[in-house]
T-cell receptor, first 109, second 117 residues
Framework: RKEVEQDPGPFNVPEGATVAFNCTYS??????FFWYRQDCRKEPKLLMS???SGNEDGRFTAQLNRASQYISLLIRDSKLSDSATYLC??????????FGSGTKLNVKP | NAGVTQTPKFRVLKTGQSMTLLCAQD?????MYWYRQDPGMGLRLIHY???????AKGEVPDGYNVSRLKKQNFLLGLESAAPSQTSVYFC????????????????FGPGTRLTVL
């Protein structure tokens, strides 16, 4: 079983739409959670960390459910520039990071 | 402040050749990582280091060796390249932050695109 699982998509949405991505992780001892964004053939970059109480950064909202081992990312008012692959990342004890395979988002005009 | 740099950016090898990929960071980070990314597979951890002189295996270490002789550098070696090692290789670094290391973002290099024929 993979450490982190995501729906690969693609999610094709119009500009202005709200879209949600989900991610599950298998290691109950996981300590930190992140969403990274990766543009085509580029390195991943941090979008936001995910805190236990949930957190928001502009149009982006992240939620964590430790009991269900589930992380979500909500994007409101999608922009063309949001088109990318979104990677769910989990840090386990001893600072090992595990990446999901990514969810591809295409925002159309 | 260059962040994380990787050398080379591109390389083509023949089966059986050897090479070393260099990762350098100027952020004084303790932890460094090597990943490979294949289509549809996400990033998979090859080896990592939690400090100068230390290394450990990740998910897919076979066929690779690493060394961390200096804190700022992390080298990934392929002793005898195979076509299955064709991939994009990313290096990353991070540093413990917070009481339980909760907030340690990884910073990535731009990647090395390796093709093994």
């Amino acid at each position: 079983r993979k450490e982190v699982e995501q729906d690969p998509g693609p999610f094709n949405v119009p500009e202005g739409a709200t879209v949600a991505f989900n991610c599950t992780y298998s290691n109950s001892a996981s300590q930190s959670f992140f969403w990274y964004r990766q543009d085509c053939r580029k390195e991943p970059k941090l979008l936001m960390s995910v805190y236990s109480s949930g957190n928001e950064d502009g149009r982006f909202t992240a939620q964590l459910n430790r009991a269900s081992q589930y992380i979500s990312l909500l994007i409101r008012d999608s922009k063309l520039s949001d088109s990318a692959t979104y990677l769910c990342v989990v840090r386990t004890p001893f600072n090992k990071f595990y990446f999901g395979s990514g969810t591809k988002l295409n925002v159309k005009p | 402040n260059a962040g994380v740099t990787q050398t080379p950016k591109f390389r083509v090898l023949k089966t059986g050749q050897s090479m070393t990929l260099l990762c350098a960071q100027d952020m004084n980070h303790e932890y460094m990582y090597w990943y490979r990314q294949d289509p549809g597979m996400g990033l998979r951890l090859i080896h990592y280091s939690v400090g100068e002189g230390t290394t450990a295996k990740g998910e897919v270490p076979d066929g690779y060796n690493v060394s961390r002789l200096k804190k700022q550098n992390f080298l990934l070696g392929l002793e005898s390249a195979a076509p299955s090692q064709t991939s994009v290789y990313f290096c990353a670094s991070t540093h413990p932050v917070g009481r339980d290391n909760s907030y340690n973002e990884q910073f990535f290099g731009p990647g090395t695109r390796l093709t093994v024929l």
